[in-house]
């Protein structure tokens, strides 16, 4: 470990060395027909794989992924619960009946809001998703500008909705393959309880049963979620995530062209499995920092107290190529003199991560606990030596 100093140091990460030399890098699958791709790591966040990421595309039916993270919310405020009972207006009804995806419910059924979820993320039910959003907002309408507030909040700076359920629309409505991956991500983050849902294979309602469109529930045990979409502009879609030996991974596949819906189907389940056994392969992920870990002290100028504890507020992940794990190293800069009083959260410098000098994780260094200015003969002193120094 190389001498600190109080502006610029290196930390050696001295973390046990994995057996055999790094694997060879190979490059995603050269044959895949989807026209945006992303692969994504979900604790990290780091993009492994992209094809034209950020292209602004026909969102179909993966629109459903942000009315269902809406529920979500709704139901973590406590405003909903899955008991809640939901009367089905004739405008959710008649969305049904456009002869596209539906969950077969009727004018002035009370349908609880799990089985409508359920009619959303396993039917991918149009008439589902308009009756919840009429429920959370009052009209589909407002329920669309919830939509688009949180994907300007999740930083999905290439998605807008026109709708809650993705049919066409003479409204503009566009979304990316990134902010797709984005959205998946902060789902499974934030809504574990309710993600469960996604994994399942099929559901009744009304006597009629349907089975889930993602393929990849019945030919992949570590798939456990996903959502699918198409129209014939949009094409076939795919967002699923899996997990395997404690890595997670987020594969967006949009934009697959193919004759008759069960060629598709079996296409985009197929480029996403190739997406996933090739990154599964090339790289792993580990857990570098935990939340709250001091990783340095810092001096503390005219302060109570003449040192600060500094360190991160969320775990910090990175995702590196299998068998590079013991060439990683961590930079710790300050932002300048820190001078009392210190607040505790604010940022104060940062922490980057690199293999062979290049960044793989970099984020803000944060005081974790406050520092107070110090007595009048501390003050004096230190403004003293910082006159001579």
């Known amino acids: 470990m ?28 050269s044959d895949l027909t989807a026209r945006n791709y992303v692969v994504m790591e979900a604790a990290s966040g780091s993009v492994l794989a992209e094809r034209d990421p950020d292209q602004r595309v026909p969102p179909a039916s993966l629109t459903k992924l942000m009315t269902a993270y809406l529920v979500f919310k709704e139901l973590e405020k406590g405003s909903l619960t899955l008991d809640t009972p939901i009367e089905v207006s004739e405008n959710a009804w008649r969305t049904g ?14 349908v609880r809001v799990e089985d409508l979820l359920k009619g959303v993320i396993v039917q991918s039910g149009n008439d589902a998703c308009v009756a919840l959003a009429e429920r959370v907002a009052g009209t589909e309408g407002a329920f669309v500008d919830l939509m688009n507030a949180q994907a300007r909040a999740l930083g999905m700076e290439n998605s807008r909705f026109a709708n809650s359920h993705g049919l066409p629309s003479e409204a503009e409505q566009y979304t990316s393959a990134r902010d797709m991956a984005r959205l998946m991500r902060a789902l499974i983050r934030e809504f574990p309880e309710y993600y469960r849902f996604y994994s399942q294979r099929s559901f009744s309602y009304n006597g009629i049963s349907q089975n889930n469109r993602n393929l990849l529930l019945w030919r992949d045990e570590s798939v456990d979620g996903g959502k699918t979409g198409w129209t014939e502009e949009a094409g076939y879609n795919l967002v699923s995530s899996a997990k395997r030996d404690g890595m997670r991974l987020i594969v967006v596949v949009m934009g697959i062209d193919a004759p008759d819906h069960p060629q598709g189907g079996r296409l985009r389940a197929s480029e996403s499995q190739a997406l996933y056994n090739w990154a599964f392969r090339q790289f ?5 920092y935990e939340a709250g870990q001091a ?45 009392a009083p210190v607040q505790e959260g604010r940022r104060y410098g940062r922490v980057r991560v690199t293999l062979d000098g290049t960044s793989v994780a970099d984020r803000p260094l944060v005081a974790l606990e406050p520092v107070e200015e110090g007595g009048w003969f501390r003050r004096m002193l230190d403004t003293a030596w910082l006159w001579v120094f």
């Open 2 to 29: 190389k001498r600190l100093t109080p502006i610029l140091f290196l930390l050696s990460l001295l973390w046990p060395a994995l057996s055999g030399a790094a694997a060879l890098q190979v490059p995603p699958p």
């Open 97 to 110: 009946m456009t002869g596209a995806s539906r969950m077969f419910i009727e004018v002035g059924d009370r």
């Open 295 to 339: 990783l340095t002290r810092a001096r503390v100028w005219k302060g109570a107290a003449k040192e600060v504890s500094l360190g991160l507020t969320e775990p910090l992940y990175v995702t590196i190529p299998k068998g590079r794990y013991e060439d990683l190293q961590a930079q710790t800069e300050l932002a300048g003199r820190l001078m």
């Open 284 to 288: 792993e992920s580990h857990r570098v």
